[in-house]
């Protein structure tokens, strides 16, 4: 049974995760997976300085249009002790290229949004895992494109969401599924972060000083901020969304049935470059299509809801906004407490969450927190990419897959629709045509990816 | 000029609050409200407590059908050295007959939600200021009605919005009010109050004890649990929304547009009945139509968001759940902390609220701070009394209106509607017929009420 069938076989029939092959000994396990790169800007390197650390990793080829990229990527490598690999540079559509190699397991994409699907999409046609950084599909046809191409293809789609790997918000996947929180009644999540030193700078810094962006702009000012001028609803849902589509088992038993999304009035990033280049700069005729705010609510298959936030255009402090809720009790992670009905000493009082997350951390955690420290954004990057490898090597599913990446994905064009009706209620198509009502859950269900 | 007139063209003509009379003289102001009350229950005696207190306030009649409730209150009044007053006990209509007395200036009403309309329309049809508790109105008629009869009676109709005078609340105000958040943009707020123990109780106890509702319940389990029986949507959005519309200036240069509200299924009254009173009692067979969560997000006319939240059935601690957020800054109370952009010293990190509350502590708390202690739910209810009071010895408008009591208590219904319709945008009537355009803030301009 090649490989491609394998996985076709075990996606068709939801086998779930395999088991380690019983040839493969204890200390003994010479599996490899052989990746190669799309994108090795500053998140593609982040990924790649990860897989060089690794002795299970392979890195075969990088693909980026730009020269500082690849020869910065290069320059890992030897300093790793590895050799120069293949570089695909040639112009926007070079990856086609790339992914034809036969020395490639999975490919990792990290490039701007608008390459997500057609990359991933040629990757699987390929017969590679694809990895793919978030939002992983822009609009509903590319949503549809994730799904059809790994079903067709029986090649994985993993939606690279670090968040769902975050140490608090695995502690509580673990208490969800303890049933500490009883059934689960209504979350709240979203991306909540000031990136207007992102979404501007002064094109040789990526973060800040000045107001240039597109064409001016460096790293992220040169194509993200291209949406806020164009686009009005939630651009970002999969940080805050992943973690709770976990929760609430959704394409596994749940999904999401609609939503509505409401946006404000756009006001801070023209604000942003009035104050830091001026009235008379050029950029302050921008007209800003995003709201400030957007607050989307989704309505689940089995009957909770969902508020999304997604604010970036405004001053304030980091948070994701999570919330669990259910039957039995609360947890909120801007004020770092949660309630337990019975477990909790004082009736109708928050109290920290430190001794819960020590007491259910997941087994993930325990096991590898020695190789997440430092891996970025917390350890959790250590964790996404660790899963991607891991079911390469054992040839089976991804722990996130095409269907993860369709339903969370769509949150965007579904949220820009709504927007523009008014805040009328919006459906999510059926990415599993169905199957969501058997499919089983094979996220981080052990301690070993 | 009478006062029926009086205040029929200040209200018409938006003079908003008038100055004392100049022949009140510092310290000799004998100005007298003389107050009734409708309603002496729990809530309605803590009113009659605080009008108790005071020397300007003089207490003529009370209604009430439950006859414990008329002797304790006549009990209060004899213990505070008064003489017993007129009681209205023939039955649930007799308040029509007080409210015709000519010894009564304004009627504090302190019954079940249905009531509360009807009771404000007849104080006011009968040349009596009405100060009613919250919520004002259930459905859009009775909105309508509080709106119409007072705008043709003349008389003001004060919602006793407490939480508008939490001390946080008004700091916050003030800080709106000076500017320190900059453009408002995003706003949060709502009930989310763990009443488990009382929507159900044994029946002589006010809070808990059994599973007993309606007409074996007491207190709010005889009347409000019904609410939770029948209607699905906010059904008591006004504490949260009461702050938010101060904070927007709804009705005076802003208006609510449309709303949409999302509910969960029903399971928290249930689990409660069976937890509590076994899978045989029957109550455990009544199916809760109200979800447990009910989350509603308003558009405004200025192109704001607010999401308020009903969530009254699960347990968890309590929070008004506050957040507002401008151009400049995000105030939470969950967390209670704020960032204020080039104050806060750390950028994209919370800092406490405690400085920033003492410094901006609204001039009414400063005044009357001393009086306000001991005076029920912090010190809030001091001040919503207090002015009532106030207007009704100016012989001027309330600080909070007929309008304000319509467009808040209009959540309701407008919620049911949009939960019906699988949260459809549903719209706000324009309770003003167009003069919020241009009527003025007269909420707590000064340190006098």
């Known amino acids: 049974m090649n490989r491609r069938n394998f996985i076709k076989s075990g996606t068709a029939a939801g086998i779930g995760i395999s088991v380690a092959a019983p040839t493969i000994l204890q200390g003994q396990d010479d599996r490899k997976a052989r990746l190669a790169f799309i994108g090795v800007g500053l998140r593609g390197r982040n990924h790649l300085r990860l897989a060089l650390q690794r002795s299970d990793v392979v890195v075969t080829a990088i693909c980026d249009?730009?020269?500082?990229?690849?020869?910065?990527?290069?320059?890992?490598?030897?300093?790793?002790?590895k050799k120069e690999v293949a570089a695909y540079t040639n112009g926007e559509e070079d990856f086609r290229n790339m992914v034809q190699r036969e020395d490639i397991d999975g490919v990792v994409i990290s490039t701007p949004w608008r390459w997500h699907t057609p990359m991933a999409v040629a990757a699987m046609e390929a017969g590679k895992y694809a990895g793919v950084e978030v939002s992983a599909a822009n609009t509903l046809q590319e949503c549809w494109d994730l799904v059809d191409t790994s079903e067709r293809t029986g090649m994985p789609c993993m939606i690279l969401e670090n968040v769902c790997y975050r140490r608090d918000v695995m502690a509580v996947l673990n208490m969800v599924r303890k049933g500490l929180f009883g059934e689960l009644i209504h979350m709240e999540c979203g991306y909540q972060h000031d990136l207007r030193h992102v979404k501007f700078n002064d094109g040789k810094q990526a973060y800040g000083g000045g107001v240039e962006f597109g064409e001016k702009g460096f790293s992220e000012a040169k194509w993200r901020t291209w949406h806020s001028v164009n686009r009005n609803g939630d651009l970002y849902p999969t940080h805050g969304i992943g973690p709770v589509a976990k929760y609430l088992s959704i394409e596994r038993g749940n999904r999401f049935v609609y939503l509505t999304s409401t946006a404000t009035k756009s006001r801070g990033l023209n604000n942003y470059i009035v104050e830091n280049g001026g009235p008379d700069h050029p950029n302050a005729k921008v007209k800003f299509k995003l709201g400030d705010v957007i607050?989307?609510?989704?309505?689940?298959?089995?009957?909770?809801?969902?508020?999304?936030?997604?604010?970036?255009?405004?001053?304030?402090p980091y948070s994701l906004g999570f919330r669990v809720q259910g039957t039995n009790g609360i947890w909120m992670d801007v004020n770092k407490s949660l309630y337990i009905e019975g477990t909790s000493e004082q009736p109708h009082r928050w109290e920290s969450t430190e001794s819960y997350f020590e007491e259910y951390?997941?087994?993930?955690?325990?096991?590898?927190?020695?190789?997440?420290?430092?891996?970025?954004?917390?350890g959790m990057d250590f964790f996404v990419l660790h899963a991607f490898i891991e079911a390469i090597k054992r040839k089976t599913v991804t722990p996130l897959d095409a269907y993860d990446a369709a339903s969370w994905s769509a949150i965007s064009p579904l949220s820009e629709q709504s927007v523009a009706l008014g805040s009328a209620p919006v459906e999510f198509p059926d990415f599993t045509r169905g199957k969501w009502r058997n499919r089983k859950d094979v996220f981080a269900l052990n301690d070993e990816y």
Chains 1, 2 share one sequence.
């Open 295 to 316: 607050t989307t609510v989704i309505k689940t298959a089995n009957d909770e809801s969902i508020i999304v936030s997604h604010d970036t255009n405004l001053p304030r």
């Open 361 to 378: 951390d997941h087994p993930l955690w325990k096991k590898h927190e020695s190789k997440a420290v430092g891996a970025g954004h917390g």
């Open 65 to 81: 249009i730009d020269p500082e990229a690849i020869s910065k990527s290069q320059g890992m490598l030897t300093n790793a002790g």
